[in-house]
């Protein structure tokens, strides 16, 4: 909820400073003319969210939309769309003018989808999975509307073996079983070089075990359960597929022994992982971490890019130049040196190849609601000259 109330704050002071920013001039080779760029609205948008961060992602898109001038049309993920209907009410309370946001709530299919092709939205946000991006982009490409797209991810996390264990491997638990795992930049595939790896991975498993995994209203609670039956059946599937391709289940893989209802599961951690199997290259989006080793820099930058996702990644090492060496040559929109998965609002966030395009937060998030307006002027007195003049009858 801090950072709930954080974008609204930062959006609106964004939103005071979008005025000093028109007119901003151009500059011209001639002399005869004056050209200014004017940012506008760019009109009546649709703003899908996922159920993972419910009033958190909300805040990032409708906090940018109406610091930018848009009316907004909201659809929050049926699974949790409580916290957007309340958004909708503090809205009311505050006076926003009837109209400006807009909350609807229902299944993708009766709801998203009509507001993907409706010829009335200027322009479609979207955050969730790249099977249904990719369908926005269809429903979208109909009408030559514009769309920002944050979609899933498989991020890498490479660890070299000039690290201080406990403090990389509290960053690595953490990157992959923040909030369950369901978070589209888990960074869930670790590398970790050969010569500390097993020391490395022994420790990972002493701080899974250590992972407080409870009701999520109970104190020290750090794990709590997955956001539905569904989803609880699609990693537990995950993760006897991962044990029927060959891998090994170092830890976890199955429901905490003293929770006997609700949809648990324990941290996982999962090696002797091939590149090909599906643990590896899909996303689980639950408490599940695979890991591989490297032996040199160049494997492990081969590994980190070997994916279709291209959203965030990590790499662990107390060599700077090697830090910056990988966070140059890693595919992917975010990249965290020395920690996994901290987002502030004033940093741009998106990725790449299919976890997406466009960006949001900081300013980069006000520009993706807003349209950019030429204006140039000619200014001399002087016939433009380009033409004969007719003779005078």
Same mark, same amino acid.
């Given at each position: 909820? *801090? ?61 940018? /939309?109406? /610091? ?5 049309? %909201? !659809? ?12 909708? *009410? @503090?809205?009311?309370?505050?006076? =926003? ?17 009509? =507001? ?5 939205? *200027?322009? @479609? ?12 982009? &269809? ?11 944050? %979609? ?5 996390? +490479? ?14 638990? %953490? ?23 097993? !020391? ?22 750090? %794990? ?24 090994? +289940? ?27 199997? &599906? ?61 996994? &998965? ?30 950019? !307006? ?8 002087? &016939? ?7 003779? !005078?009858?």
């Amino acid at each position: 909820m *801090d950072d709930v109330i954080a974008s609204f704050s930062y959006y609106a002071e964004l939103a005071e400073g979008l005025d000093a920013k028109q007119k901003a001039p151009v500059s011209l080779p001639m002399e005869n003319f004056k050209s200014y760029v004017i940012k506008e609205p760019i009109g009546v948008v649709a703003l899908i969210t996922p159920w993972n961060y419910p009033m958190l992602m909300a805040s990032w898109k409708v906090a940018a /939309a109406l /610091a930018a001038g848009c009316t907004a049309v %909201l !659809k929050p993920s049926e699974l949790a769309s409580v916290t957007c209907l309340e958004l909708a *009410d @503090i809205c009311k309370e505050v006076g =926003l003018p009837a109209g400006v946001l807009n909350v609807i709530t229902g299944l993708g299919t009766e709801a998203g989808a009509p =507001l993907a092709s409706h010829p009335h939205i *200027d322009k @479609i946000s979207f955050t969730g999975s790249s099977a249904t991006g990719s369908k926005i982009m &269809q429903a979208a490409a109909q009408q030559v509307k514009p769309v920002s797209l944050e %979609l899933g991810g498989k991020s890498p996390i +490479i660890v070299f073996d000039d690290v201080d264990i406990d403090k990389v491997a509290e960053w690595t638990i %953490l990157g992959c079983f923040f909030t369950n795992g369901q978070i589209c930049s888990a960074t869930s595939r670790l590398l970790v070089h050969e010569n500390i790896a097993t !020391k490395f991975l022994n420790r990972l498993v002493e701080w899974a075990k250590n992972i407080k995994v409870s009701d999520p209203l109970e104190d020290g609670c750090k %794990l709590g359960a997955i956001v539905s039956e569904g989803q609880y059946q699609k990693v537990l599937k995950f993760i006897s597929t991962a044990k029927s391709e060959g891998a090994t +289940i170092l830890t976890g893989g199955s429901r905490p022994e003293h929770l006997k209802k609700g949809y648990f599961v324990e941290p996982t951690i999962i090696t002797d992982v091939s590149t090909s199997m &599906q643990i590896w290259r899909e996303e689980v989006f639950g408490p599940v971490l695979c890991a591989k080793t490297f032996s040199t820099e160049e494997e492990a930058i081969e590994l980190a890019n070997d994916t279709h996702y291209g959203l965030g990644s990590a790499v662990m090492s107390n060599d700077p130049e090697r830090c910056e060496r990988i966070s140059k040559a890693i595919q992917a929109g975010i990249v965290w040196i020395n920690c996994s &998965q901290p987002t502030f609002i004033q940093a741009p966030w998106g990725g790449i190849k299919r976890s997406g395009f466009g960006r949001e937060l900081g300013e980069w998030g006000l520009d993706n609601f807003l349209s950019v !307006k030429q204006v140039t002027k000619y200014i001399s007195d002087e &016939q433009w000259g380009w033409y004969k003049r007719p003779s !005078k009858m």
